[in-house]
């Protein structure tokens, strides 16, 4: 068998978790699978993260700080640095790997405290990027190591790890099948060396061959709908979600254009409040400060670029080369530089073609929003006079608005609808909307500017913002931001 150590350790109880899972739900509903990392090896950003990207994924890479930059087969801190850029998912996994079980049993809580602690600071001090989940070494943990984590804002991770690193290519195939008899809803698949196999640690891959096919069959479970690859933090959430609101489920999607950084960030509390999260689609880079918070608070920064460029007209006068040049290489650098993490890019007014969406993707992007001509026209159009009332229609008939919810981290082009007086918005249909896609499973996207008390023009007033947030838990639906 392929999976070895901590399959066997944790197969037992994840068929006992499985078991209570399918008595609860009668449809098949695919395993939310997270990659995961451990050990920060080099190879996981020269082998294992472009292959993943190849396939539209992004991985969970667990990081022992005292073992970045250690020799060269480590890590460095640029490498951690161009993981985070690349859109991939960083968390700790301690300090030094002690096992915390044996140092609990010796009595030293304060040395976990600090293995954990410490290791979270150095990542955030290195990266700007505060870690959400510690993984522990070896798998040891209980609830007294749960407990320093919590304080420590952070979270054990939880979910049943399946270690993979034979070259036996079968044995993922195999062993998601049994997941899925038996009805469990996610699992970690942990990985370490990747390209030979004295390479990192027990249970390495052979070579990157045989790591190339153990991909190659995860994506084949994927395509036939019995897994979706996400990272560490999506599973957990969309897991959450369902524990909530299953079988009525779905997400909305809200971003955030432009540049009101004081108004977002007096709207972080109503957020909070609500588990919800949101994207800020930035101009310019001046604004590190904000940024630092918001991803602090569980949002995301994306690209909305350094001038606020149209795409569509400025690559067919200018060309690609000149556009990307311009407008998305200084904000992309600075940012980059800064530590925060950019996977997706918002087309200042909306204006794309497929030209300038397969620009993005060959870079890098993982996700785009946009609307342009694919689309049909907005259901709300900016119209502050009021000329093009005619046109308006109900967002909750629009059915280009909506993807499957089972979409949501794979689509890599999402339309949207905005919000704002100028766009005469209704917040009841609004809230229709939202009902329809909790109802269907579905994944609304919906983008304003501004928040603000009876905002005018083209911002959200802080009033429709928190109806929405209330009432999405009941509609069954998960508050996130692009991704
Ligand atoms: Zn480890
Ligand atoms: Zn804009």
């Not at 000329?387 to 993807?403: C, E, G, N, Y």
């Amino acid at each position: 068998m392929g999976h070895t150590y901590s399959a066997f350790r944790f197969f037992h109880s994840a068929f006992r978790i499985a078991a209570f899972a399918f008595a609860a739900t009668a449809v098949a509903e695919p395993i939310r699978v997270a990659l995961t990392f451990d050990d920060s090896l080099k190879d996981h950003l020269l082998i294992a993260a472009p292959m993943l990207e190849e396939r539209g994924w992004r991985g969970t890479f667990c990081i022992v700080t005292d073992w970045i930059g250690k020799d060269e087969r480590r890590l460095t801190w640029d490498d951690v640095r161009e993981l985070i850029s690349r859109g991939h998912e960083i968390a700790t996994h301690t300090k030094s790997h002690q096992n915390l079980i044996t140092l609990l049993n010796a009595g030293e809580e304060d040395e976990i405290r600090r293995e954990i602690g410490e290791s979270a600071a150095k990542i955030q001090q290195e990266t700007g990027f505060a870690p959400r989940f510690m993984f522990s070494p070896f798998c040891c943990q209980n609830e007294i190591t749960e407990r320093i984590c919590s304080e420590l804002g952070l979270r054990q991770a939880g979910a049943p790890r399946y270690n993979f690193g034979s070259n036996n290519c079968d044995s993922v195939t195999t062993f998601v099948n049994e997941l899925c008899k038996s009805g469990t809803v996610r699992a970690d698949i942990l990985q370490h060396g990747v390209s030979q196999a004295d390479h990192g640690g027990w249970c390495a891959f052979a070579d990157r061959e045989s790591f190339r096919k153990h991909l190659d069959a995860i994506a084949e479970l994927e395509r036939q709908g019995k897994i979706i690859v996400t990272d560490y933090d999506g599973m957990v959430s969309d897991c959450a979600l369902k524990a909530k609101a299953w079988p009525r489920h779905g997400v909305l999607s809200l971003s955030f254009d432009d540049a009101s950084f004081g108004q977002w960030e007096a709207a972080f509390p109503l957020f909070a409040k609500y588990d919800a999260r949101t994207t800020f689609f930035v101009i310019g880079t001046n604004r590190v400060d904000f940024m630092k918070k918001a991803l602090a608070a569980g949002h995301e920064i994306g690209l909305h670029g350094f001038r606020h460029m149209d795409a569509t007209p400025t690559v067919e006068e200018r060309g690609e080369d000149w556009f990307w040049k311009t407008d998305i290489v200084p904000q992309l650098t600075e940012l980059g530089k800064a530590g925060i993490p950019i996977r997706s890019y918002a087309y200042p007014n909306c204006r794309r073609t497929d030209r300038t969406d397969a620009l993005f993707f060959s870079r890098g992007f993982a996700r785009v929003r946009g609307t342009g001509k694919t689309f049909p026209p907005n259901p709300n159009p900016f119209d502050p006079k009021g000329d093009k009332l005619d046109k308006w229609r109900p967002v909750a008939t629009a059915d280009w608005l909506f993807i499957p919810a089972a979409d949501f981290l794979k689509a890599r082009l999402v339309p949207n609808v905005i919000m704002g007086e100028a766009y005469h918005t209704d917040i009841e249909d609004i809230l229709r909307a939202m009902e329809r896609a909790g109802d269907r499973g579905e994944a609304l996207f919906i983008v304003s500017h501004g928040i603000a008390r009876d905002a005018k023009g083209i911002s959200m007033k802080t009033e429709w913002l928190e109806r929405m947030l209330s009432s999405a838990n009941d509609f069954g639906l998960l508050v996130r931001g692009i991704r």
